[in-house]
């Protein structure tokens, strides 16, 4: 399957690099053509405003937007998960796609220098995840499903066809989330 990164700002080789371990091809979306060749999306880590500005300008985040409601899977980690959020509670102005019923804290669990590495538990299997100036799920409606929990807080979720982290699971060696979104949304996707 072809499961697009978008590469505007952030992580981008990280996570092409997961995709073509677990056996597909990563595009590299950076524009609307792009998006609509992909059977999904993963948005990656890195500065949520930068990366929101940019998909605006590419006509992406719009376009993104419609093909969310229709059923496209999309994931969101760490500012790719402030973007798809319904709002963000200590920068409650920067505008987010609202995608995914949780509300964010921005560098909750502390700026770049205070990074950690925490090994927690997914599918009945402990996997190895980074928090890097990581956001805070600080609210949630009930049609969201909390995969991975940290310190009494979701830090993986999934609401329908999006799926949302806090931390970055695309620097460790372990393909475990990635495989997750593939298997379980992009091959499974219903799409309205």
Known sequence: ??????AVQGDIREHANMIEKIG????R?????TLNEVEGLIIPGGESTTISKLMKKTGIWEELKKK???????????????????????YPQQETMGLIDIYVERNAYGRQVF??????????????????????????????????EF????VLVRENNILAASFHPEIEDD?????????????KKQVK
């Not at 980074?130 to 995969?147: D, S």
């Not at 310190?151 to 979701?154: I, L, S």
């Not at 989330?177 to 298997?183: D, S």
């Open 68 to 90: 969310a409601q229709e059923g496209f899977p999309i994931f969101g980690t760490c500012a790719g998960m402030i973007v798809v959020s319904k709002g963000i509670a200590n």
């Open 29 to 33: 979306v950076k524009s609307v053509e």
């Open 115 to 148: 990074s950690f590495e925490e090994v927690l538990k997914f599918n009945g299997n402990e996997i190895k995840v980074t928090f890097i100036r990581a956001p805070k799920i600080v609210k949630y409606g009930n049609g969201v499903e909390k995969l991975i």
């Open 175 to 187: 393909p475990s989330v990635h495989q997750y979104f593939v298997e379980n949304m992009v091959a």
């Open 151 to 154: 310190k009494d807080a979701p």
């Open 1 to 6: 399957m072809k499961i697009g990164v978008l």
């Open 24 to 27: 597909h091809t990563p595009v």
